[in-house]
Every structure is written in structure tokens, then in C-alpha cells.
């Protein structure tokens, strides 16, 4: 069962994340995924080098084909995808939006669907290959609704600043 990312009368009234605070936040990320991709790609050298049979010559240091091959890059795939995914699912944040403030949940405050959430990830790619354009649609439209919150029925809010005691 699905837990609410606030009650859903409080998400809705917070204020819609513009197309500047969203890229912001997904440069963020794109560190953390660098780094993720650093960790894959260590392990994938150390097992394909170990287990042998890859094409992986110690002497010749040639690991191309052990870092350049489709299964590689599947699995590169998979650490964004579960980065993405996993942060969406669990608290409905990144680091990146965590570090702008920024929530993303169903229009009702709900968190996402594993549906959505793939959704999301897919025509927010398709988004970033058209230059960003589905990202600065959000300034053509009165609610702000980028690409992936039309196509994954969701929603990027603006959480309020925690109160220092």
C-alpha cells in the first residue's frame, strides 16, 4: 500500500517546481550517478577479470571489451534505473531533490508507482535528449507540468524550509 508523501491536501497546496530548480536538482544527481557508475565499473572490471573468459587480458590492459559491451552498459542501466526508482519509491526524493527542497508524488500526494516511476524516468530522458525541452515546457503551462509529470500523471512540488529551533 502506497504511503502519502504528505496528506494529500498539504501536497497539493505546496508551490509547483519550475524547469531552473528541477535541473538543478538532476545535476545533483548526476554526480551521484557518476559515482554510482564508478562503483559498477570497478566491480564489472574485478569479476570480468577474475572469473576470465572475457576477453580481459591482464597483460595487454585491454578491458574494453569488458566495460564497452551491451551487457555493461545494461547494467549501467540498471544502477541509474535503481538509483531513480528505489529514491522515488522510498521518501519520493533524490539527493538532488532533497538538496532543492523538491518532492515528486502523484497528483493526489501519494507516492509513485513502479508504472510511474518508469514512466518518469523514460520521457524525462526523452525530455533531456531534445535539449531539455520537455523540462522547460513546464514555463509554457500554467501548472508547470514538464513531459514526465503529463506522461507519469504526476507532480515536482517545492517543500516549505524546516524551521530552525
Same mark, same amino acid.
Given at each position: 500500500?502506497?504511503?502519502?508523501?504528505?496528506?494529500?491536501?498539504?501536497?497539493?497546496? =505546496?508551490?509547483?517546481?519550475?524547469?531552473?530548480?528541477?535541473?538543478?536538482?538532476?545535476?545533483?544527481?548526476?554526480?551521484?550517478?557518476?559515482? =554510482?557508475?564508478?562503483?559498477?565499473?570497478?566491480?564489472?572490471?574485478?569479476?570480468?577479470?577474475?572469473?576470465?573468459?572475457?576477453?580481459?587480458?591482464?597483460?595487454?590492459?585491454?578491458?574494453?571489451?569488458?566495460?564497452?559491451?551491451?551487457?555493461?552498459?545494461?547494467?549501467?542501466?540498471?544502477?541509474?534505473?535503481?538509483?531513480?526508482?528505489?529514491?522515488?519509491?522510498?521518501a519520493g526524493q533524490t539527493i538532488g531533490m532533497r538538496a532543492w527542497r523538491l518532492m515528486v508524488a502523484n497528483n493526489n500526494g501519494? &507516492?509513485?508507482?513502479?508504472? &510511474?516511476?518508469?514512466?518518469?524516468?523514460?520521457?524525462?530522458?526523452?525530455?533531456?535528449?531534445?535539449?531539455? =525541452?520537455?523540462?522547460?515546457?513546464?514555463?509554457?503551462?500554467?501548472?508547470?507540468?514538464?513531459? &514526465?509529470?503529463?506522461?507519469?500523471?504526476?507532480?515536482?512540488?517545492? =517543500?516549505?524550509?524546516?524551521?530552525?529551533?
Open positions: 500500500m502506497p504511503k502519502p508523501a504528505n496528506t494529500p491536501k498539504e501536497f497539493n497546496h =505546496l508551490p509547483v517546481a519550475g524547469p531552473a530548480r528541477r535541473l538543478m536538482a538532476l545535476m545533483y544527481d548526476a554526480l551521484i550517478v557518476g559515482g =554510482l557508475w564508478m562503483v559498477y565499473g570497478f566491480l564489472a572490471i574485478m569479476v570480468a577479470s577474475t572469473v576470465g573468459g572475457l576477453n580481459c587480458n591482464p597483460e595487454a590492459m585491454d578491458y574494453t571489451p569488458c566495460v564497452g559491451g551491451p551487457l555493461y552498459r545494461l547494467g549501467l542501466l540498471a544502477v541509474t534505473g535503481g538509483y531513480l526508482f528505489w529514491s522515488w519509491r522510498a501519494v &507516492q509513485l508507482s513502479w508504472r &510511474q516511476c518508469i514512466v518518469r524516468a523514460v520521457v524525462a530522458t526523452a525530455s533531456l535528449a531534445c535539449l531539455g =525541452l520537455g523540462f522547460f515546457w513546464g514555463y509554457f503551462r500554467k501548472d508547470g507540468a514538464t513531459w &514526465q509529470d503529463l506522461a507519469s500523471d504526476s507532480e515536482m512540488r517545492i =517543500l516549505p524550509k524546516k524551521k530552525k529551533p
